[in-house]
């Protein structure tokens, strides 16, 4: 199947630097990447939907100036963590859609990075 | 009321055992995933359907329309199968998850 990378897999960062998480389809264009955000042991939540060429339509209560997100290709979108925060601390996943309009196409995910700011 | 919920919350058995998760929705749906996340945090899909059942090697999945219940059954369990399993439905281009199951395998 359809494969999803992300770099870094994890991340340890002091308190007010920035962090940059990639995610890349590696074999298929992805018209539409999500990013989720997972805190310990609660479920994955929607933080913005990216599509290529366009900006990212951002969930309600993501803070878009803190969470910049480029969809600059149709294999790479980028999460930038601005002046992190402890708080930011989390499992960021994204996922990487095929196709866009019609019928419902397969999400794919990418493993994952985990963010830890001290 | 979650639009999506699943049960159980947590499933402890024994090796070999008979699983069943069961997820019901609320909502209408384009399709509904099954997705496993191990320990580590990384999510494998597991399944993606729209209408009836699925196999792949001991992993079922069925989906029933009219009721909106969809259940993921393993046979013959084995302790690497040990994960949270997620369901997640699929509407307006996006996914609505449930709360996930945690299911231990003993050996």
């Known amino acids: 199947g359809a494969v999803v990378s992300q770099h870094p897999s994890w991340v340890i960062c002091k308190s007010g630097t920035s962090v940059k998480i990639e995610c890349r389809s590696l074999?298929?264009?992805?018209?539409?990447m999500f990013w989720y955000r997972q805190f310990p042991k609660q479920s994955l939540m929607l933080m913005a939907t990216?599509?290529?060429?366009?900006?990212?339509?951002?969930e309600q209560g993501v803070e878009k100036d803190k969470f910049l997100i480029n969809h600059a290709s149709l294999t790479l979108s980028t999460l930038t963590v601005t002046s992190a925060h402890p708080e930011d601390s989390s499992f960021y996943i994204c996922?990487?859609?095929?196709?866009?309009?019609?019928?419902?196409?397969?999400?794919?995910f990418g493993p994952g990075t985990r963010l830890t700011v001290l | 009321k979650n639009e999506v919920e699943q049960s159980p919350q947590n499933l402890t058995a024994q090796e070999g055992e008979f699983i069943t998760i069961n997820c019901s929705y609320s909502v209408g749906i384009s399709a509904l995933h099954w997705l496993q996340q191990h320990p580590g945090g990384g999510i494998v899909s597991l399944f993606m359907?729209?209408?009836?059942?699925k196999k792949h090697g001991r992993l079922i999945a069925t989906i029933n329309i009219q009721e909106k219940h969809s259940s993921l059954h393993i046979t013959a369990s084995h302790p690497r199968d040990s994960a949270v399993y997620i369901c997640?439905?699929?509407?307006?281009?996006?996914?609505?998850w449930g709360a996930g199951t945690k299911l231990i395998i003993k050996p």
């Open positions: 359907l729209s209408s009836g059942k």
């Open positions: 996922s990487a859609r095929v196709g866009s309009g019609g019928a419902y196409n397969e999400q794919f």
């Open positions: 074999d298929f264009q992805a018209t539409t």
């Open positions: 990216s599509n290529e060429g366009s900006k990212a339509t951002y």
């Open positions: 997640a439905v699929g509407r307006n281009y996006q996914l609505i």
